[in-house]
């Protein structure tokens, strides 16, 4: 898998062309892994750069291509519905990662306000998040999918899936950067096997607005982070994604202008942090969620908090009467 990848949620600021063109121009400059959704709206586009791409002379066993399921597609037929229409759109035979986007059915509308609630949204369910990891597991014996993965999930729902799984999770996305650095879930990936992979990589100063809170950090005005960037004559952003590499994760930063893109895969490659500044980086963490998920909250639940697990237990939905 590559070392670094480009991610291609345009957010509420990028549309299907410009994500589509970004990649075009990733790819001429070296990017080999591109990360994909169903529900990002532009595979169709993509895949018309992909196509180019390899008809161009880019081997495709070069090309790293991930697409997700995304939560309306649960129900085991509409998972496998999912990948088919991906790989349609992406005009390949297979993918080299689908992962479940996040492990609870619950959707919402484009560009909903944080307090957008599905009213058939729960929380997670075990046995129905396996019927779906079962179905993606026959597209792996189908030959159309070579990884699976999972995304946004958590070490109690890792346990469940790694005891109950014919077919375990090869990669988990989660998000990663300085000032969220998820030590034990990172820990409990490596230690089982499961690659981690970081999307907001650089502190993803493009989220949605409705993905922003008063007390969020900025990574890149992070003092050690600053002072790390100064002493190899980069931007902070850099360090982000030079501390990610040289601790064993995949970032797949967004970018659509050349020159961020053209820099972001020159900062993996070339002048590696030392041992003694990715060890100062730990100093960064902030435990600082930005991407929290209340939009995928269920009827009764009081706060995004319990998305997450984070006294080590699965919620479960309040009881009524």
Excluded at 74 to 101: G, I, T, W
Excluded at 170 to 184: I, K, S, T, V
Excluded at 202 to 211: A, F
Aim: net charge negative; hydrophobic share 45%; charged share 25%.
């Amino acid at each position: 898998m590559p070392a670094i990848g480009l991610g291609t949620f345009g957010s509420d600021r990028y549309g299907p062309a410009e994500v589509s063109n970004a990649v075009a121009g990733a790819l001429r400059a070296g990017y080999r892994l591109v990360d994909c959704a169903a529900v990002y709206g532009n595979e169709d586009r993509i895949g018309e750069v992909l196509t180019e791409a390899i008809s161009e002379g880019i081997p495709r066993e070069e090309l790293f291509v991930v697409s997700k399921v995304w939560n309306d597609a649960h129900a085991p037929e509409a998972a496998v519905a999912s990948v088919h229409r991906s790989l349609r759109d992406l005009r390949l035979d297979h993918l080299d990662a689908v992962f479940v986007h996040w492990p609870f059915p619950n959707h919402h509308p484009p560009m909903a306000d944080t307090s957008a609630r599905d009213p058939h949204a729960r929380p997670y369910d075990h046995d129905a998040y396996l019927a779906l990891w079962r179905a993606l597991e026959g597209l792996v014996d189908a030959g159309l999918v070579r990884h699976l993965g999972t995304s946004n999930t958590t070490i109690p729902k890792l346990e469940l899936l790694l005891r109950d799984a014919r077919i375990a999770p090869a990669l988990n996305e989660m998000e990663l950067h300085p000032c969220f650095q998820q030590p034990e879930l990172f820990d409990f990936c490596v230690a089982h096997g499961v690659q981690p992979v970081g999307y907001s990589p650089l502190g993803s100063p493009s989220r949605p607005e409705r993905d922003r809170t008063p007390d969020d950090v900025v990574d890149v005005e992070d003092p050690v982070v600053v002072r790390i960037a100064a002493a190899h004559g980069v931007h902070p952003a850099l360090v982000c994604l030079k501390w990610a590499v040289a601790r064993g994760q995949v970032p797949i930063p967004f970018a659509v202008k050349p020159e961020q893109y053209t820099a972001n895969l020159r900062a993996v490659v070339e002048d590696p942090l030392t041992a003694a500044e990715a060890e100062e980086l730990r100093a960064a963490d902030r435990g600082n969620r930005l991407i929290k998920g209340q939009v995928f909250l269920w009827p009764g639940a009081e706060s995004w908090e319990e998305l997450w697990d984070l006294d080590g237990r699965i919620a479960v939905a309040p009881i009524t009467d």
